[in-house]
């Protein structure tokens, strides 16, 4: 199964690695040390040098509880971001947005694709994914940022998931978009408890039901946290453990801070799963 980026082609066969860059001044993992453009270019070559298939840019923080960011300010954030990326690579780049505006510019200065945790529920954000004629990955959440943590409820997480997979792939569908640009993400730590996200972990397998490719994305998230005891960053270990659980159960990409560290734990997986042996 080949994935039509405007940049490459992408085999979703094998586990995929998309690297996280977050543009935003308080994410939490990387305290906005990758904001100046010397920083940022860094990472970027970092990113690159390890063979990272999809680069994530985000200028807007989803972190549980965090404040909405402004559209001016998030254009300012990564539209010069992804200039700097395309003037040095060709590699494939996501746009991390809920907004219609920044999705429209993003592609324009020559992203990809759409990572929308709010999976085009904005008001006009199906309109212009489906104008702008790219894939999407149209993430879970139940609640907002701000709240959705404080008292996460399921009967049945992942067939109240996989319902509303349903009813957004429904609403793409109908907007225009087609299905095979469409990744599913279950939304770790997206208004779930630490037993709600190891339950989807445990059968994420059940989300390849619709026929989309997974996005899946864990690295250093609060779950690893609580199993673990360790803080944000000395949760390396545990992420790539819960990439491997993942792409054992066939997810196609990865989104993870760590690049090099998850292309190596994916190799061993690949390695593990050759025909021949
Ligand atoms: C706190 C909690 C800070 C979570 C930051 C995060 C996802 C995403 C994010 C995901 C897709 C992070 C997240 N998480 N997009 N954006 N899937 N598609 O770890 O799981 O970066 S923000």
Do not use: W
């Not at 860094?42 to 960011?69: F, N, W, Y």
């Not at 992420?239 to 989104?255: D, F, K, T, Y």
């Amino acid at each position: 199964m080949d994935l039509n980026l405007r940049h490459k082609i992408l085999n979703l066969d094998c586990p995929q690695v998309m690297g996280i860059l977050n543009v935003t001044p308080d994410s939490f993992s990387d305290g906005g040390c990758f904001v100046t453009p010397d920083a940022l270019q860094l990472q970027i070559e970092k990113m690159l040098q390890a063979g990272v298939a999809i680069i994530d840019v985000g200028g807007e923080s989803t972190r549980p509880g965090a404040q909405q960011v402004g559209l001016a300010e998030e254009l300012e954030r990564v539209v010069p971001c992804i200039e700097l990326i395309r003037r040095i690579s060709d590699v494939p780049i996501s746009i991390d947005t809920s907004k219609p505006e920044v999705m429209r510019a993003a592609i324009a200065a020559g992203a990809d694709m759409i990572n929308d945790v709010n999976a085009l529920r904005a008001e006009g954000a199906l309109k212009a994914a489906a104008e702008l004629g790219v894939p999407v990955c149209l993430m879970h959440m139940q609640g907002e940022p701000k709240t959705m943590q404080q008292q996460p409820e399921y009967t049945d997480v992942i067939q109240q998931v996989l319902g509303f997979f349903v009813e957004r792939i429904a609403a793409c569908e109908a907007a225009g978009l087609a299905r095979e640009n469409i990744f599913l993400d279950p939304g770790f730590g997206f208004g779930k408890t630490v037993e709600h996200n190891f339950q989807m972990l445990k059968k994420l397998e059940l989300f390849h039901s619709l026929g989309c490719p997974l996005l899946v994305g864990i690295s250093r998230k609060s779950m690893l946290g609580a199993v673990t005891g360790k803080p944000v960053e000395q949760r390396l270990a545990g992420s790539l453990a819960a990439v491997v659980v993942a792409a054992l159960q066939g997810a196609q990409v990865l989104r993870v801070h760590d690049v090099a560290e998850t292309i190596d734990a994916l190799r061993v997986v690949q390695a593990t799963q050759m025909e021949e042996r």
